[in-house]
């Protein structure tokens, strides 16, 4: 058992992270054309997820010699259920605003009820749609699907190879370049963008980099040793490569098939390294908006979303930076309403586990049975023969 590795404490500079990964995102789906490698805000969160929740299960293993799977997906359901169900009653609201459910939103809410989302649109060719047009209100569940089952399937995977002793970090060192490996030759292999994109396998890289980093994390720490200063060096390398990437990054086949959700890996890892060992990244990212930014990120991309497939310019009357304030206005009322009435109070222990994980599952069958009820009728076919 390795005492040595402990658990990184919380750190404002992540949350700094989280905060620009929203906000790139925010800004991307308002205007792509102004900041058209936002939708890399997502490639960001995935190897940020990947590496805290590795963090978590190498820490916990070191300290107990065992990981209490049951309690880690008791407190993954606590984390992040409550707030999804309140996402996908947004939904509803923008199904409602736009006139009624059609048969293809209803099965898209469904599938993002099941964690499924991404799966959902590859199976049914749909196209990465902007807000302008008349894309599926949890179009952005797709992410959190991918999250989702990563969260479901890394326990297991840190769990089996940790129980072999001492070979345990080799086998799962292998497994996680496998993975990395493997998540490569999907992108450079799927022809079509979008099945690339909403891949598990293609997207697998991103958050694989991120346990590589929290398993290569305790020689990272000793090599830089009295040497921040080379975190600096990563952090202005990395920061000018992710504000290029942001600004230039266009969502394209070119970019997705030769690599480049990998590539840009590696400038997560440099601002990820700087964050947790240098002061530059720190001064920086640990600004107390951007933090605050980062601590309700989850719910303000859970929202943001349907409110801005509501608050378009058509409706609104306004556009450019009017309407994107009013639109992070909003979002950001909603997100902070939805931390402080019902995801902190819940995290904090207002509704015990026992009673939550039942009540979680509920909740997410009403949906799924709603969708259901709510489904319009098929539409009766006509009968043809062929010439």
Do not use: C, K
């Amino acid at each position: 058992m390795d005492t040595t590795r402990a658990r990184i404490e919380r750190t404002p500079a992540l949350d700094g992270l989280r905060g620009l990964a929203v906000l790139a995102v925010l800004w991307y789906h308002h205007d792509a054309s102004a900041v058209p490698g936002g939708w890399l805000g997502v490639s960001l969160f995935f190897t940020l997820s990947g590496f805290l929740i590795a963090d978590l299960l190498l820490a916990e293993h070191a300290g107990t010699g065992r990981i209490d799977l049951r309690a880690f997906w008791a407190r993954r359901v606590r984390r992040l259920v409550p707030a999804a169900v309140l996402g996908l009653v947004a939904a509803g609201v923008v199904l409602w605003v736009r006139g009624g459910a059609t048969t293809t939103a209803v099965g898209d809410v469904r599938a993002a009820a099941l964690q499924v989302a991404n799966w959902r649109f590859i199976a049914a060719d749909a196209p990465y749609a902007g807000v302008e047009g008349v894309p599926s209100p949890v179009q952005h569940f797709w992410s959190l699907a991918i999250e989702e089952q990563f969260y479901l399937v890394l326990p297991l995977v840190v769990a089996g190879a940790l129980s072999r002793g001492r070979a345990g970090r080799r086998l799962l060192a292998a497994i996680v370049g496998a993975a990395i490996a493997g998540s490569l030759a999907a992108q450079v292999l799927h022809a079509d963008v979008e099945r690339t994109y909403y891949g598990t396998d293609a997207r697998a890289a991103e958050l694989a980099v991120g346990v590589a980093l929290a398993m290569a994390l305790p020689s990272v720490r000793a090599a830089l040793a009295g040497r921040r200063w080379m975190a600096d060096v990563l952090t202005v390398v990395a920061g000018v490569g992710a504000l290029v990437a942001f600004g230039a990054a266009e969502r394209s086949g070119d970019l997705l098939a030769a690599g480049g959700l990998l590539a840009v890996t590696v400038l997560w890892v440099g601002l990820l390294v700087g964050s947790l060992e240098g002061r530059l990244a720190p001064a920086l990212l640990g600004r107390r908006p951007l933090v605050a930014l980062g601590a309700i990120s989850y719910g303000v991309y859970l929202f943001h979303w349907p409110v801005y497939l509501v608050l378009t310019s058509s409706r609104t009357g306004i556009e450019g930076f009017p309407l994107l304030a009013l639109r992070l206005a909003a979002t950001l009322l909603l997100a902070v309403a939805s931390a402080a009435l019902v995801e902190l109070p819940i995290r904090r222990g207002a509704v015990p586990t026992r009673r939550l994980v039942p009540a979680a599952g509920l909740a997410l069958a009403s949906v799924v049975a709603a969708t259901l009820v709510l489904a319009p009728p098929p539409e009766p076919t006509v009968a043809t023969v062929a010439a």
